[in-house]
């Protein structure tokens, strides 16, 4: 069965950190480049952050220098550590496989982060 599920999110003051999760099944996780998404409240969804199957990471310029992106393959999963997070970070996050290079059939619940100023 096919899952993505990411937890870890909740309320949290300007400044402060949070660490997502993302549990992924085997069948979407091994072996591919994965990603963090999040879709503000009427924005389109957008890519934070990436990381290929062998561990290079990239960022969008809007969180480069406080989100860390990184993978643990053996437990199939996927996380985000949030630092220095700003109002502007409020948004439902995602993972999913880097859609750049794939085609991104399921998407998660995601989970919801809000950063109060």
């Known amino acids: 069965q096919v899952q993505l599920v990411e937890s870890g999110g909740g309320l949290v003051q300007a400044g402060g950190s949070l660490r997502l999760s993302c549990a992924a099944s085997?069948?979407?996780?091994?072996?591919?480049?994965m990603a963090w998404y999040r879709q503000a409240p009427g924005k389109q969804r957008e890519m934070v952050a990436a990381?290929?199957?062998?561990?290079?990471?990239n960022y969008a310029d809007s969180v480069k220098g406080r989100f860390t992106i990184s993978r643990d393959n053996a437990k199939n999963t996927l996380y985000l550590q949030m630092n220095s997070l700003k109002p502007e970070d409020t948004a439902v996050y995602y993972c999913?496989?880097?859609?750049?290079?794939?085609?991104?059939?399921?998407w998660g619940q995601g989970t919801q982060v809000t950063v109060s100023s």
């Open positions: 999913n496989i880097d859609g750049r290079f794939y085609y991104q059939q399921y």
């Open positions: 990381i290929t199957r062998g561990g290079s990471t």
């Open positions: 085997g069948s979407i996780f091994s072996n591919k480049h």
